[in-house]
């Protein structure tokens, strides 16, 4: 169990490529399996959860090569997938499993999806009760809510569903799950979720409409092939976004990332923070993607809730930590998300903000903390979650005696390369 001090940082300065954006690259290498033809992706995100997206479609006898950062998919056809002769293994990939169960819901085979302990808490049934009313047949525990799942592949009925919380696995999973159903599978989403799937399914050529709040498709007969460079991952560079607003003497340039609508709600909260931060697009393709550059800011606390949530649930983390090093009180609300992700994240961050000198108490749905100065250091635990890790990580660089953060492998995940750009950065 890999531990790492993160050591008081003077400044953070330079700049970051940060690496493929994860949501994407899960998406890039499912729908290019069930294209024809062979699919190209350049900065690929190649950590423990995508690979084990491509372990599990190599599995079902797709040809995926992946060298460093560059993937090539020769596509199976929608109806091309074979049986997987043992059980589909994610990891703790949530993402995989989600977004797999539409897929597969289709498909005229067995399978069986299983994950890591931590996958295996993890509640599924938000997924497999829209499916189930499609005509999926799933079967797990407690009523196809914890893996492993066994699906039966089935004839499949467009529904309409409400996506209440919105949810973008949810979602993309019964959109997933529409390419192979009879009618039309509409989805009415009152509050927007990341569109990651809505901009995948343009970029590989099949039909969608969307009008307001409703999202519908239809089943398609084939589905091209593309070459596409991913955008930088926002989530992974929302680390090093932090930490020049809270480090003395920061300026720091963030280049070549993603910069989704859906997904620039942490720069958003940010600036309303006070942070010193600008963004530009530079590339104007379907997944837009620009620079960020950020300075030393004087930060503020922050009312945190409603319609903004869903577009920064995984950034929250690492906003807790800004909350903790602002001016005044923040409180966060309507995140109960939070409590199923890989960790209940409201617990592992405001315990963890707590043992270093901060203040900070859990809320049912999120949390209150009171920003101090700086932060005074000591031990914290990951609970096995990359982004809790990550979080403390930067932590450590604005406290009185460093931040030691036990089992960071979990960075692997998301990030395998976090610890060498944040040395290169902070110089820690």
């Not at 169990?1 to 940060?18: H, Y």
């Not at 005229?108 to 997924?127: A, C, H, I």
Request: glycine fraction near 8%; hydrophobic fraction near 40%.
């Amino acid at each position: 169990m890999k531990s790492f001090l993160s050591k008081p940082a003077p400044k953070l300065t330079g700049e970051l490529l940060p690496p493929g954006d994860k949501s994407i690259s899960h998406r890039a290498v499912m729908l290019s399996a069930l294209a024809a033809g062979e699919s190209r992706f350049t900065n690929f995100l190649a950590a423990e959860d995508c690979l084990h997206t491509i372990d599990a479609f190599q599995k079902m006898s797709v040809s995926v090569k992946c060298e460093q950062r560059q993937v090539r998919v020769k596509g199976a056809g929608l109806l091309g997938l074979q049986k997987p002769s043992s059980e589909l293994y994610l990891g703790n990939s949530g993402t995989s499993m989600r977004l797999l169960l539409g897929i597969l819901a289709a498909q005229n085979f067995e399978s069986t999806l299983s994950g890591d302990p931590s996958l295996s808490v993890r509640p599924m049934k938000r997924v497999t009760d829209p499916l189930r009313k499609m005509g999926a047949q799933i079967f797990g525990r407690e009523d196809a809510n914890f893996a492993p799942l066994l699906i039966r592949g089935s004839q499949l009925k467009g529904i309409k569903h409400l996506n209440v919380p919105a949810s973008a696995q949810v979602k993309s999973s019964i959109l997933l799950a529409g390419l192979y159903a009879e009618g039309e599978t509409v989805i009415d989403e009152p509050s927007s979720s990341r569109d990651h799937t809505e901009r995948m399914f343009k970029i590989f050529g099949i039909p969608l409409q969307i009008k307001g709040a409703q999202i519908s498709v239809r089943p398609v007969k084939e589905i091209r092939a593309v070459q596409m460079q991913i955008p930088g991952d926002i989530s992974s560079a929302a680390f090093f976004i932090v930490a020049a607003c809270i480090l003395p003497d920061s300026n720091f340039v963030i280049r070549d990332v993603g910069l989704n609508p859906t997904r620039i709600g942490i720069l958003e909260v940010l600036k309303e923070m006070g942070a010193d931060l600008q963004w530009k697009i530079t590339g104007k393709h379907e997944e837009p993607t620009g620079e960020i550059s950020v300075k030393t800011s004087k930060l503020r606390g922050i009312k945190i809730n409603g319609s903004i949530i869903p577009k920064i649930i995984d950034e929250l983390p690492i906003l807790m930590i800004a909350c903790a090093l602002a001016d005044g009180e923040s409180v966060i609300t309507d995140a109960r998300e939070l409590r199923v992700k890989e960790t209940d994240r409201i617990k592992s961050m405001v315990s963890g903000i707590q043992s270093i000198g901060g203040i900070a108490k859990e809320l049912e749905d999120g949390c209150v903390i009171e920003g101090v100065k700086v932060l005074k250091g000591g031990k914290v635990s990951s609970f096995a979650d990359h982004r809790t890790a990550m979080s403390f990580a930067i932590a450590g660089l604005r406290s009185e005696r460093g931040v030691e953060v036990d089992d960071v492998e979990c960075i692997n995940t998301s990030y395998p390369g976090f610890f060498e750009d944040l040395s290169r950065a902070a110089s820690v």
